[in-house]
């Protein structure tokens, strides 16, 4: 078992910044993939970033050039920095772990963008 944590989020004007963090604890596979999902009211869950223990990264192309990720092996952690906010952003973000065949969701930490 795998227990993703996510804090951070929030309420913040269009153009503005938040950071997501995430912290993994539990049996936790050297190999793995740890990334942040979103969904909005009405659509499906989105793959937003994701990286792999090897430093492989994947964004979506509507956050291209306004989000990183990054992420520390040895303290099984995932941040995400949000630049340039949109109200289209507006979410509630989710990390997620997998590894091992397996993979696990956090609850979720709500993002607010208002323009």
């Known amino acids: 078992q795998v227990q993703p944590v996510e804090s951070g989020g929030g309420l913040v004007q269009a153009g503005g910044s938040l950071r997501l963090s995430c912290a993994a604890s539990?049996?936790?596979?050297?190999?793995?993939?740890m990334g942040w999902y979103r969904q909005a009211p009405g659509k499906q869950r989105e793959l937003v970033a994701a990286?792999?223990?090897?430093?492989?990264?994947n964004y979506a192309d509507s956050v291209k050039g306004r989000f990183t990720i990054s992420r520390d092996n040895a303290e099984n952690t995932v941040s995400l920095q949000m630049n340039s906010l949109k109200p289209e952003d507006t979410a509630v973000y989710y990390c997620?772990?997998?590894?091992?065949?397996?993979?696990?969701w956090g609850q979720g930490t709500q993002v607010t963008v208002s323009s």
């Open positions: 997620n772990y997998a590894g091992g065949g397996y993979d696990y």
């Open positions: 990286m792999t223990s090897g430093g492989t990264t």
């Open positions: 539990g049996s936790i596979f050297s190999i793995n993939v």
